[in-house]
């Protein structure tokens, strides 16, 4: 298979750098005046990356001091205790909560539409998405731990435990981020019959063009080469026989 022609043209040593950048606002976050949000959203970029630089390296052959980053790596895999509890606790609540039914049935979009189950089937199967919903989890989970430490409950050595309430307090992360998604999809917009103003089925609407000269409407492929026309308009097949019988009886009239 042939490498997708903007692979080509990445600097793979200029995305070295860029990400030891994202990395270290990550680390240095509330130096930077971060949020949670904030660093879920590059956290979802370096996922993108890490996808990137494996593909450089395992599919394309490019050497890995090339692509990589050892000692930003290496520092990223030092996790304090935070740390590693958000990032097992964001795994937990994304696979409880796309296990259940809780999370399809009641997402609706802003026009109060349930958004369809196979969309977010979707989403929750693709790597990227899931990567990225589970660092929102995952940071927002390390922010209310330095900011309402005593709400998690921990052992006698101090280490902290998953609740299974978690789940409903952060599993609405992955609700949000569908609903994000779902907004940047291209809808089909709406059609109205010109005649009555009924809404239409988009695949059995009848288009008639207008002609600005005669002020009649053609059906498709018989507009007067001559005329100008205004644009096509939809109806409904019972009004397009009306309007195109009323305009043919006009034109009649004007030539007698």
Same mark, same amino acid.
């Given at each position: 298979?042939?490498?997708? /022609?903007?692979?080509?043209?990445?600097?793979?040593?200029?995305?070295?750098?860029?990400?030891?950048?994202?990395?270290?606002?990550?680390?240095? *976050?509330?130096? +930077?005046?971060?949020?949670? +949000?904030?660093?879920?959203?590059?956290?979802?970029?370096?996922?993108?990356?890490?996808?990137?630089?494996?593909?450089?390296?395992?599919?394309?052959?490019?050497?890995?001091?090339? %692509?990589?980053?050892?000692?930003a790596e290496e520092d990223r895999d030092k996790s304090t205790k935070e740390e590693i509890f958000a990032m097992t606790s964001a795994e937990n609540i994304f696979q409880y909560r796309?296990?259940?039914? !809780?999370?399809?049935?009641?997402?609706?979009?802003?026009? @109060?539409?349930?958004?369809?189950?196979?969309?977010?089937?979707?989403?929750?199967?693709?790597?990227? +998405?899931?990567?990225?919903?589970?660092?929102?989890? /995952?940071?927002?989970?390390?922010?209310?731990?330095?900011?309402?430490?005593?709400?998690?409950?921990?052992?006698?050595?101090?280490?902290?435990?998953?609740?299974?309430?978690?789940?409903?307090?952060?599993?609405?992360?992955? =609700?949000?981020?569908?609903?994000?998604?779902?907004?940047? %999809?291209?809808?089909?917009?709406?059609?109205?019959? !010109?005649?009555? @103003?009924?809404?239409?089925?988009?695949? /059995?609407?009848?288009?008639?063009?207008?002609?600005?000269?005669?002020?009649?409407?053609?059906?498709?492929?018989?507009?007067?080469? *001559?005329? =100008?026309?205004?644009?096509?308009?939809?109806?409904?097949?019972?009004?397009?026989?009306? %309007?195109?019988?009323?305009?043919?009886? @006009?034109?009649? /009239?004007?030539? @007698?």
């Amino acid at each position: 298979m042939d490498t997708p /022609k903007f692979i080509t043209h990445i600097g793979w040593e200029s995305l070295r750098t860029q990400k030891t950048t994202l990395l270290y606002l990550i680390e240095n *976050s509330k130096k +930077h005046g971060l949020d949670s +949000h904030m660093t879920g959203d590059l956290d979802g970029l370096i996922h993108l990356i890490d996808g990137l630089q494996d593909y450089a390296v395992d599919e394309l052959g490019i050497p890995e001091m090339s %692509v990589f980053d050892f000692e930003a790596e290496e520092d990223r895999d030092k996790s304090t205790k935070e740390e590693i509890f958000a990032m097992t606790s964001a795994e937990n609540i994304f696979q409880y909560r796309i296990e259940s039914d !809780g999370v399809y049935v009641l997402n609706y979009d802003k026009g @109060n539409k349930l958004i369809p189950r196979a969309f977010m089937e979707r989403i929750f199967d693709d790597h990227m +998405h899931a990567d990225i919903i589970k660092a929102k989890i /995952k940071n927002q989970i390390l922010d209310d731990l330095e900011k309402i430490h005593d709400a998690f409950e921990t052992d006698d050595d101090g280490n902290y435990i998953f609740d299974a309430e978690m789940t409903e307090a952060y599993g609405g992360i992955l =609700e949000k981020y569908c609903r994000e998604q779902w907004a940047k %999809v291209p809808k089909p917009q709406a059609i109205y019959c !010109g005649r009555c @103003n009924e809404k239409l089925n988009p695949a /059995k609407a009848v288009w008639l063009e207008l002609s600005i000269t005669d002020g009649n409407y053609y059906p498709e492929g018989q507009f007067p080469i *001559s005329h =100008e026309s205004q644009g096509g308009f939809s109806f409904g097949k019972d009004c397009a026989r009306t %309007v195109l019988t009323r305009d043919s009886k @006009n034109e009649g /009239k004007r030539n @007698n």
